[in-house]
């Protein structure tokens, strides 16, 4: 080994529990992989990231990761899985860009959290949009009401984001739309956390850097009939029927990241063994924080509203400034990190994606209770 090279079992063992809402924790044993064949991939005589995105060897690993993850989601015929880039950001203009401009109609949109009000920020831009439902005069605490909103039958789509990752706020099932109008969802984090009902939606899109790999990718899945309303002199990348008959390589895709999805979603069928038990996991995990929150009512205050709290990202507050600073001051010597808020919150938010192990939730619970009993 060169004096310069890394100890890799130092570098391990230097791992923490990492709380980052994004990019976020990979499972350790996907990273090892991707360690173990990062030089050379087997029979490749090169790394993954040096090779062509047209030649055999990554044809067959990308379309294996879309095999694998039809199964994992159980995504039916009707709908085609786009491999793209320009993150979650960018779909907030491919969507109304190909469903919405010139189509005389109106896209609604359910803002539940910062990332909804940004994509109808976007979609402004593209053609008439409407806040159906606009959570901002709480603070983003909560989801609509059974009732609340009023969808049209010939809205261009309905749009929601099923975690709000800044707030903390998840739909426990998915917003209802009537049968004529598309139903479309930001899942970018809490995609692969549980089963989602592919048929029933136009878009389910999601960045990989929360929970399903690097940053860099990002999936769309697609109805088929949606793909080809784009107008011909929207930019090329923006067009998802150019992708759609290029199968994912109009242009370069981003390969290293469709590879370590690849890896993800067979570490989720195989040593998971599904969404179903991956759900179970997910609950429990977030149940361990809720109920600490809730024991200590005084002195942790919760932000979501408690039907519609996220199971990937715990939100909370603390009674001080100074109690706060210290929390995330202690909880580093448990190797608890990357637990600070978003500014637009404060307080704390704990990313409990996927690949966050069960002792990493035992240790930070553990820690919270203790923290309250020490400063109540
Ligand atoms: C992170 C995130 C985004 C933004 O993703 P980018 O890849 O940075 O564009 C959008 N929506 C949700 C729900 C997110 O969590």
Same mark, same amino acid.
């Given at each position: 080994m060169s004096a310069t090279a890394t100890d890799v079992s130092q570098t391990t063992d230097q791992r923490v529990f990492n709380f980052s809402a994004g990019p976020a924790a990979i499972p350790l044993s996907v990273l090892q992989e991707v360690q173990a064949e990062m030089v050379c991939l087997p029979g490749a005589g090169? /790394?993954?990231?040096?090779?062509?995105?047209?030649?055999k060897i990554f044809v067959d690993i990308i379309q294996q990761a879309e095999a694998d993850l039809r199964t994992l989601l159980s995504i039916p015929e009707t709908h085609e899985v786009l491999f793209l880039q320009g993150g979650a950001a960018l779909q907030f203009s491919m969507i109304p860009a190909n469903? #919405?401009?010139?189509?005389?109609k109106t896209a609604q949109y359910l803002v539940t959290g910062t990332w909804g009000k940004k994509a109808i920020g976007e979609a402004r831009k593209e053609g008439e949009v409407e %806040?159906?439902?606009?959570? /901002?005069?709480?603070?983003?605490?909560r989801i609509p009401a059974e009732g609340d909103c009023k969808i049209s039958d010939d809205a261009a789509y309905l749009y929601y984001c099923s975690n709000e990752t800044i707030q903390g706020?998840?739909? @426990?099932t998915p917003p209802a739309a009537p049968t004529s109008v598309p139903l479309i969802c930001d899942? /970018? /984090?809490?995609?692969?956390s549980r089963p989602i009902d592919?048929?029933?939606?136009g878009i389910v899109y999601a960045c %990989?850097? *929360?929970?399903?790999?690097? %940053?860099?990718l990002t999936v769309v899945i697609i109805? *088929?009939?949606?793909?080809?309303?784009?107008?011909?002199? #929207? @930019?090329?990348?923006? #067009?998802?029927k150019n992708h759609s008959a290029a199968e994912s390589m109009w242009n370069t895709p981003p390969t290293f990241g469709v590879y370590v999805l690849g890896k993800i979603v067979k570490w989720l069928l195989?040593?998971?063994?599904g969404l179903d038990t991956m759900a179970k996991q997910n609950a429990e995990k977030a149940a361990m924080l809720y109920e600490v929150i809730d024991a200590n009512p005084d002195f942790y205050k919760g932000h979501a509203q408690a039907d519609c709290r996220s199971k990937m990202n715990v939100t909370f507050n603390l009674p001080s400034d100074e109690l706060l600073a210290e929390f995330v001051k202690e909880a580093a010597t448990h190797k608890?990190?990357?637990?600070k808020g978003h500014r637009s919150v404060g307080g704390i938010r704990a990313s409990i994606y996927n690949a966050m192990p069960v002792e990493g939730v035992k240790t930070l619970a553990k820690f919270m209770t203790e923290f309250a009993a020490k400063n109540s």
């Open positions: 090169a /790394s993954v990231m040096e090779l062509s995105h047209r030649g469903l #919405l401009k010139d189509s005389q %806040a159906t439902f606009d959570g /901002s005069a709480t603070n983003f605490d706020v998840q739909f @426990p899942a /970018s /984090s809490d995609f692969l592919i048929a029933n939606h %990989a850097q *929360k929970n399903a790999g690097p %940053a860099g109805r *088929k009939d949606l793909i080809d309303r784009g107008n011909e002199n #929207l @930019p090329g990348y923006l #067009l998802y195989n040593d998971i063994g608890i990190e990357n637990l």
